[in-house]
């Protein structure tokens, strides 16, 4: 995934995950530094900014804070209104995009997510539900540079449950937010993550099995047929498929509307 010569940007979010995967790196001797997206939403952004913050002094570690509304024009909730579609739509958008560019912008050459286990087999359970054959090459512990504008993406928890980095994070007594975002009730990753669950529990490595078995036996089927064009965004610079890129497209949206 990386080397302990590169620089690694880590994705904190405040809660267990993000925050156990940079403790990891930390002891394990990689050179980090944080970036903590701050979406804007109530006061939940703001008790998880500072967990992140808290965390970043105690272990003497650099943390970049980017604000959603400085860079789009307004925060998730105002975003949300304006687009109507699920929060969680323009909010992943829009920490793809600027994970990616501040990683660029500082140097870095791969970027690191706390997702674990139960978040990858829930994602390529909705994909393979609705087969978006799109997303299913994209599902992948580690994505290489595809274009000099593109860092690598990697998710070092992956094979570990969501149980076993709260217990990590437990006993190593990190303090993270336990409050779940308040616009997740109602998204179908947690139905997805319920359901799967459900099936863990009847059959104990049903998500193991089911990531693992795609990664090893189908990835490569749907990522031979992938021949997707990656050109820069005629406005801001990005990489997109288009003219002009998602991100812009939705800073034009807030911005006629608000």
């Known amino acids: 995934m990386f080397t302990r010569e590169e620089l690694v940007l880590v994705a904190v979010s405040g809660g267990k995950d993000s925050l156990a995967l940079w403790e990891v ?13 701050d979406l804007g939403i109530f006061d939940y952004s703001i008790e998880s900014k500072a ?3 808290r965390f970043a ?7 970049i804070i980017t604000a959603v509304a400085d860079e789009i024009g307004a925060p998730v909730p105002i975003i949300k209104n304006v687009t109507r ?17 501040v990683a660029l912008e500082h140097g870095f050459p791969v970027v690191a997510t706390g997702h674990n286990l139960d978040d990858e087999a829930a994602t390529l359970f909705g994909s393979v539900m609705h087969w978006q054959t799109d997303a299913l090459p994209r599902q992948s512990p580690a994505l290489a540079a595809t274009h000099p504008k593109l860092v690598r993406r990697v998710k070092p928890l992956y094979r570990l449950s969501e149980r076993e980095t709260a217990a990590y994070a437990f006993l190593r007594r990190i303090d993270y ?30 998500k193991h099995n089911f990531l693992f078995g795609f990664l090893d036996r189908a990835r490569a089927a749907f990522e031979r047929v992938e021949t997707v064009a990656l050109q820069e965004c005629a406005r801001c610079g990005q990489v997109t498929t288009g003219t002009v890129c998602a991100f812009c497209k939705l800073a034009d949206q807030v911005k006629r509307a608000t």
């Open 57 to 63: 002094a105690a272990h003497g570690v650099p943390l």
């Open 177 to 206: 937010i336990v409050e779940e975002c308040p616009f997740a009730a109602g998204a179908t990753s947690i139905a997805h993550k319920e359901i799967l669950s459900r099936m863990e529990e009847a059959s104990p490595g049903a």
């Open 25 to 37: 790196l930390i002891e394990e001797g990689y050179r980090t530094t944080g970036l903590y997206l």
């Open 51 to 53: 967990r992140c913050e």
């Open 85 to 101: 579609r699920p929060p969680c739509s323009g909010c992943g958008l829009s920490k793809r995009y600027l994970m990616n560019r």
